[in-house]
């Protein structure tokens, strides 16, 4: 069993910054690809960002490119999404996400980033 615990979250001005982490329970944390995922209201769960097991790579989506950056620290077991020049349109539940390379996906429960304009 996997647990994944976000935080970080907030209400942040248009133009700003925040940092999210997520911190992952176990032992083979090195060996998950971890993503992140964002769901607005009355929208549907979106991918944002994700990284492999080594962190040689990385992957974003169209709308976030350039502003985001996703990074992970194997001997802390975390994985960070570093989220400059905030925009309104980024307002959502942000949850992590764990790809084992064997069984079950995980989720962590989501922390909240608010964008005011």
């Known amino acids: 069993q996997v647990q994944l615990v976000e935080s970080g979250g907030g209400l942040v001005q248009a133009g700003g910054s925040l940092r999210l982490s997520c911190a992952a329970s176990g032992r083979s944390f090195s060996s998950y690809d971890m993503a992140w995922y964002r769901q607005a209201p009355g929208k549907e769960r979106e991918f944002v960002a994700g990284?492999?097991?080594?962190?040689?790579?990385?992957y974003y989506a169209d709308s976030v490119k350039g502003r985001f950056t996703i990074s992970r620290d194997n001997a802390k077991n975390t994985v960070y999404l570093q989220m400059n020049s905030l925009k309104p349109e980024d307002t959502a539940i942000y949850y992590c996400h764990a790809r084992p390379p064997v069984g079950p996906d995980y989720w962590g429960q989501g922390t909240q980033v608010t964008v005011s304009s």
């Open positions: 990284i492999s097991w080594s962190g040689g790579s990385t």
